[in-house]
């Protein structure tokens, strides 16, 4: 049984199941970035 499974089976469900999908950017997503990271140091490719 795989991680994701276990955990979801002890009442545990994932948040992201996998990395190589982002959640799609949003503009209100992306003002909140903008707000928080002007410079863009933070987590570059997302």
């Known amino acids: 049984m ?3 499974r276990t955990f ?3 009442g545990f469900p994932p948040y ?3 990395i190589d999908h982002p ?3 949003t503009p209100l997503r992306q ?3 903008d707000a928080l ?3 863009g140091v ?3 490719s997302r």
């Open 16 to 18: 992201r199941t996998d």
């Open 31 to 33: 003002r909140l970035k």
């Open 37 to 39: 990271d002007p410079d």
């Open 23 to 25: 959640t799609p950017r």
């Open 8 to 10: 979801t089976a002890h």
């Open 2 to 4: 795989g991680v994701h």
């Open 42 to 44: 933070f987590a570059v």
